[in-house]
């Protein structure tokens, strides 16, 4: 099993950037993909991005896409979410997760989801 904790959320105004970690347990992280999804209130989670075992290959939402840069570390078992750019609309709980198989965009792909970390964009 793989156990995943977030941090580094907080509080940004518009414009600003933050960085998200995710860093996991267990010696098996290095290989698997690593997605990051988002859910705000009263909407569905949504896929962010996500990034291959290797860190080879990178995957990202249109929305998010030039803005936030998904990389991690299997040496430090830790992934990462640049946000650069920040809009009041990224204001949502994040969580990163394992690459069970198959396709990056659906949540039913991942397992060994975190708890989530709070991201509030003031405008």
């Known amino acids: 099993q793989v156990q995943l904790v977030e941090s580094g959320g907080g509080l940004a105004q518009a414009g600003g950037s933050l960085r998200l970690s995710c860093a996991a347990s267990?010696?098996?992280?290095?290989?698997?993909?690593i997605g990051w999804f988002r859910q705000a209130p009263g909407k569905e989670r949504e896929f962010v991005a996500a990034i291959s075992w290797s860190g080879g290959s990178t995957y990202y939402a249109d929305s998010v896409k030039g803005r936030f840069t998904v990389s991690r570390d299997n040496a430090k078992n830790t992934a990462y979410l640049q946000m650069n750019s920040l809009k009041p609309e990224d204001t949502a709980v994040y969580y990163c997760?394992?690459?069970?198989?198959?396709?990056?965009?659906?949540?039913?792909?991942?397992?060994?989801w975190g708890q989530g970390t709070q991201v509030t964009v003031s405008s």
């Open positions: 267990g010696r098996t992280f290095s290989r698997y993909g």
């Open positions: 997760a394992v690459l069970r198989g198959g396709s990056v965009y659906p949540s039913s792909s991942y397992d060994y």
